[in-house]
T-cell receptor, first 114, second 112 residues
Framework: EAQVTQNPRYLITVTGKKLTVTCSQNMNHEYMSWYRQDPGLGLRQIYYSMNVEVTDKGDVPEGYKVSRKEKRNFPLILESPSPNQTSLYFC?????????????FGEGSRLTVL | TQLLEQSPQFLSIQEGENLTVYCNSSSVFSSLQWYRQEPGEGPVLLVT?????EVKKLKRLTFQFGDARKDSSLHITAAQPGDTGLYLCAGPLPYNFNKFYFGSGTKLNVKP
């Protein structure tokens, strides 16, 4: 089954404790991206990757890092999480980003930083 | 401020009613997409509109892209409880297809 898989789905952590949210897709998509969803703000793009070893900042990259060492994986790293990073995070992929590229989303990872 | 503004933010209607959701921007978009998101899940694409003035129909849903490609609307005829969800418009700006912007969303509740 074609899918985007995120882990963990739920996480409660404390300020400053490094964490990684993994994202994996089995559709051989070149483009992958991370979003955070907060009430009243819709989804905001954090980082995106056009292919292996090619990443760039989205609209809200502060406090996050990413890497793309393999085509299928695009982990999101929070080196020193803070309470304002409490949010619902989504990973998405698409074959090639362009004007009509459909984004395929994972089920989301709900992160709480105390 | 959001690049894409959606209205209304919330909509609660009875089954069988019609409704329209709006998505507006001061910027021109190459294309706009509409997604629907249900609780506990990621958004799922409903439609993509590409040409200014384009109208697309998906059963009881009608999507329109404004002539100037700065706005879009979603009209639902005879809403059903299964239409309940969060509707999001989204799209890339013409000069960078890799940066994707989403509207703030319209939360629709259709009561039986």
């Amino acid at each position: 089954e074609a899918q985007v898989t995120q882990n963990p789905r739920y996480l409660i952590t404390v300020t400053g404790k490094k964490l990684t949210v993994t994202c994996s897709q089995n559709m051989n998509h070149e483009y992958m991206s991370w979003y955070r969803q907060d009430p009243g703000l819709g989804l905001r793009q954090i980082y995106y990757s056009m292919n292996v070893e090619v990443t760039d900042k989205g609209d809200v990259p502060e406090g996050y890092k990413v890497s793309r060492k393999e085509k299928r994986n695009f982990p999101l790293i929070l080196e020193s999480p803070s309470p304002n990073q409490t949010s619902l995070y989504f990973c998405a992929s698409t074959p090639i980003q362009g004007t009509t590229g459909e984004l395929f989303f994972g089920e989301g990872s709900r992160l709480t930083v105390l | 401020t959001q690049l894409l503004e959606q209205s209304p933010q919330f909509l609660s209607i009875q089954e069988g009613e019609n409704l329209t959701v709006y998505c507006n921007s001061s910027s021109v978009f190459s294309s706009l997409q509409w997604y629907r998101q249900e609780p506990g899940e990621g958004p799922v694409l409903l439609v993509t509109v590409v040409t200014g003035g384009e109208v697309k129909k998906l059963k009881r849903l009608t999507f329109q892209f404004g002539d100037a490609r700065k706005d879009s609307s979603l009209h639902i005829t005879a809403a059903q409880p299964g239409d309940t969800g969060l509707y999001l418009c989204a799209g890339p700006l013409p000069y960078n297809f890799n940066k994707f912007y989403f509207g703030s969303g319209t939360k629709l509740n259709v009561k039986p």
